[in-house]
């Protein structure tokens, strides 16, 4: 998950930073993910995208059922 770099103590490194942003000289958005943190993302997508309609209807068929069943 990419996080926001932390804004600087400093309040003139504060205020560069909010006019940075403001004329788009700079973004505000956190650093490029790592390959690592963009697989695991897509997890459960990528998994999805190989399962035929079938299986994924099975799939949600039996978790709905385990997720219903009474509990002793």
């Known amino acids: 998950m990419a996080k926001t770099p932390k804004r600087p103590r400093d309040l003139n490194q504060l205020a ?12 505000d958005e956190g650093p490029e993910p790592t390959p690592k943190e963009r697989r695991a993302s897509r997890g459960g997508q990528g998994r999805a995208e190989k399962l035929t309609p ?12 385990t997720r219903w069943k009474s509990k002793p």
């Open 16 to 27: 560069k930073r909010i006019v940075d942003l403001t004329t788009s000289q700079v973004s």
């Open 54 to 65: 079938g299986e994924r209807s099975q799939i949600a068929k039996r978790a709905a059922a």
